[in-house]
């Protein structure tokens, strides 16, 4: 058993692109490139399989296919990465009026172990305070965790 955390936010009033909210996740430090420079997200035309590709993209290449997934209405997914530390979320949005966070990559917790509760003041802080600080009204916040 393992616990799963997510994050669910409404950024509409910041702007209807997600390419937008995902530059400004950038700015507050969650970077889209992993450690080996590469760029792990469901590529267009995913259908939602969840077939996830995983290669380095230039910015302007992830940009243009964050639009072209927007435009298609596809789900767009991405995995972000806090810089210099080990943690990392997934990203996923057909829309900016709700955005889904999944606290899946080294979860940070409590007590450190994987049954351990998300230190979810960790996720307020380096989340939602940073984008409010940018000027991102956040109209609805979610949080929800559970055993699976």
């Known amino acids: 058993m393992a616990r799963e955390a997510i994050l669910e936010i409404n950024c509409s009033r910041y702007s209807e692109r997600i390419i937008d909210v995902i530059n400004l996740?950038?700015?507050?430090?969650?970077?889209?490139?992993?450690?080996?420079?590469?760029?792990?997200?469901?590529?267009?035309?995913?259908?939602?399989?969840?077939?996830?590709?995983?290669?380095?993209?230039?910015?302007?290449?992830?940009?243009?296919?964050?639009?072209?997934?927007?435009?298609?209405?596809?789900?767009?997914?991405l995995n972000l990465y806090y810089e210099n530390s080990e943690e990392g979320l997934t990203l996923l949005a057909k829309n900016t009026k709700k955005i889904a966070i999944d606290l899946n990559i080294n979860r940070r917790t409590v007590e450190n172990s994987r049954e351990s509760i998300t230190d979810i003041g960790w996720y307020?802080?380096?989340?939602?305070?940073?984008l409010k600080k940018r000027n991102c009204p956040i109209d609805y916040i979610k949080f929800e965790e559970y055993v699976d």
């Open 124 to 130: 307020f802080d380096n989340i939602i305070q940073k």
């Open 25 to 77: 996740f950038n700015e507050v430090r969650w970077k889209y490139y992993d450690a080996e420079k590469n760029i792990e997200y469901l590529p267009l035309g995913d259908n939602d399989d969840f077939d996830w590709q995983k290669k380095f993209l230039s910015e302007n290449e992830l940009q243009e296919l964050i639009n072209d997934k927007q435009d298609t209405f596809e789900l767009v997914g």
